[in-house]
T-cell receptor
């Protein structure tokens, strides 16, 4: 089954404790992306990657890191989480050519709470 | 900033057609319009996309005005399961591959 998986699905952590949220897709997609969703603010793009070893900032990259060492994986790293990073996070992937880039497949989401 | 404008919320009676508008007056000639929906806090689900012509698939129809400055997503026979937030998006700039979702329209299907 074609899918995007994220782990963990729920995480409660404390300020300053480094964490990684994993994202994996099995569709051989080139494009992968991370979003955060907060009440009243909609979905905002954090980082995206056009292919292996190629990453770019989205609209809200501060406080986050990403890496793309393999095509299928795109982990989101919070080196020193703060309470304002409490949010619902989504990973997505798509083909990168032409109109396909906008046709994204989303993961189920990771609900992160930083205390 | 989102390049699209949508009403914050809409109501539609069950069984009727739901028509969700979107303004994208600054869209450029080669930018596509995409529609997604998000049920509760699940991951958004792709519905349909188009460039100039009207499009239809098993989920919905997309009507794009001739000047491409606005579009309408049509759910022909709305059911309670169509209650969701609907997002209309365009590519911000094909050269940098960002995607901006905006805040969407919360559609309530009334029994």
């Amino acid at each position: 089954e074609a899918q995007v998986t994220q782990n963990p699905r729920y995480l409660i952590t404390v300020t300053g404790k480094k964490l990684t949220v994993t994202c994996s897709q099995n569709m051989n997609h080139e494009y992968m992306s991370w979003y955060r969703q907060d009440p009243g603010l909609g979905l905002r793009q954090i980082y995206y990657s056009m292919n292996v070893e190629v990453t770019d900032k989205g609209d809200v990259p501060e406080g986050y890191k990403v890496s793309r060492k393999e095509k299928r994986n795109f982990p989101l790293i919070l080196e020193s989480p703060s309470p304002n990073q409490t949010s619902l996070y989504f990973c997505a992937s798509s083909w990168s050519s032409g109109s396909a880039i906008g046709r994204q497949y989303f993961g189920p989401g990771t609900r992160l709470t930083v205390t | 900033d989102a390049k699209t404008t949508q009403p914050t919320s809409m109501d539609c009676a069950e069984g009727r057609a739901a028509n969700l508008p979107c303004n994208h007056s600054t869209i450029s000639g080669n930018e596509y319009v995409y529609w997604y929906r998000q049920i509760h806090s699940q991951g958004p689900q792709y519905i349909i996309h188009g460039l100039k012509n009207n499009e239809t698939n098993e989920m919905a129809s997309l009507i794009i005005t001739e000047d491409r400055k606005s579009s309408t997503l049509i759910l022909p026979h709305a059911t309670l399961r169509d209650t969701a937030v609907y997002y209309c998006i365009v590519r911000v700039d094909p050269r940098d591959d960002k995607i901006i979702f905006g805040k969407g329209t919360r559609l309530h299907i009334l029994p």
